[in-house]
């Protein structure tokens, strides 16, 4: 079982450019989660999927946010213009819903804006 | 407004005793509660979880405590080892009224000195 996969693991960018994350979720999953860690506001929700539907997305800063997950295998979380104070580490996470609410995390990706 | 709140950003304990790391929620229908241990550079992995039904609940060198009535909960690991070195999470569930979407708090970075 490979897990969460993320990619980049890494993203330094300029201000005004356009970032986009990706995330494979866990075979057989069908919940998919994009969390921000910062230092201030901790691990805090942005969207979630089930099914590949948007079901919550009152966690997204702001309309520059948008994500997609145009299958049960893959999302994205893409910033246009980003700013320097959308730097974070940004987590996927997967489950099955009849599984519990135990969430499977992947490793992040670390984007620095400047 | 943060629903789940960990008061304390850190913790340091020496090797053998126990680390005590405590966790406050305030909305009244979270009924389901997660402790995630993450170490640098990786994503957050699942350690422990309890159920509103339940006060206590014990895996190994884990044991989470909950208190309804004050909404608290709290995870004690005894005896800490130096592995355990790492930031824990909170969170916390409305599996009835919200579905599988977690709430976590800011985390508590934990220090285990030899």
Redesign the interface.
């Known amino acids: 079982d490979a897990g969460?996969i993320q990619s980049p693991r890494h993203e330094v960018t300029e201000m005004g450019q356009e970032v986009t994350l990706r995330c494979k979720p866990i075979s057989g999953h069908n919940?998919l989660?994009w969390?921000r860690q910062t230092m201030m506001?901790?691990?805090?929700?942005l969207i979630?999927f089930?099914n590949n539907v948007p079901?919550?997305d009152s966690g997204m800063p702001e309309d520059r946010f948008s994500a997609k997950m145009p299958n049960a295998s893959f999302s994205t979380l893409k910033i246009q213009p980003s700013e320097p104070r959308d730097s974070a580490v940004y987590?996927c996470?997967s489950?099955h819903?009849l599984q519990?609410?135990?969430?499977?995390?992947?490793?992040?990706t670390q984007l620095s804006v400047l | 407004d943060q629903q789940v709140k960990q008061n304390s950003p850190s913790l340091s304990v020496q090797e053998g005793r126990i680390s005590i790391l405590n966790c406050d929620y305030t909305n009244s229908m979270f009924d389901y509660f997660l402790w995630y241990k993450k170490y640098p550079a990786e994503g957050p992995t699942f350690l422990i979880s309890i159920s509103s039904i339940k006060d206590k609940n014990e895996d190994g060198r884990f044991t989470v405590f909950l208190n309804k009535s004050a909404k608290h909960l709290s995870l004690h690991i005894v005896p800490s080892q130096p592995g355990d070195s790492a930031v824990y999470f909170c969170a916390a569930s409305a599996i009835k009224a919200a579905g599988n979407k977690l709430t976590f708090g800011g985390g508590t970075r934990v220090l285990v000195k030899p």
Do not use: C, H, M
């Open positions: 969460v919940s989660f969390y506001r901790g691990l805090e929700l979630y089930n079901i919550d987590f996470a489950s819903t519990g609410v135990k969430l499977f995390f992947g490793s992040g």
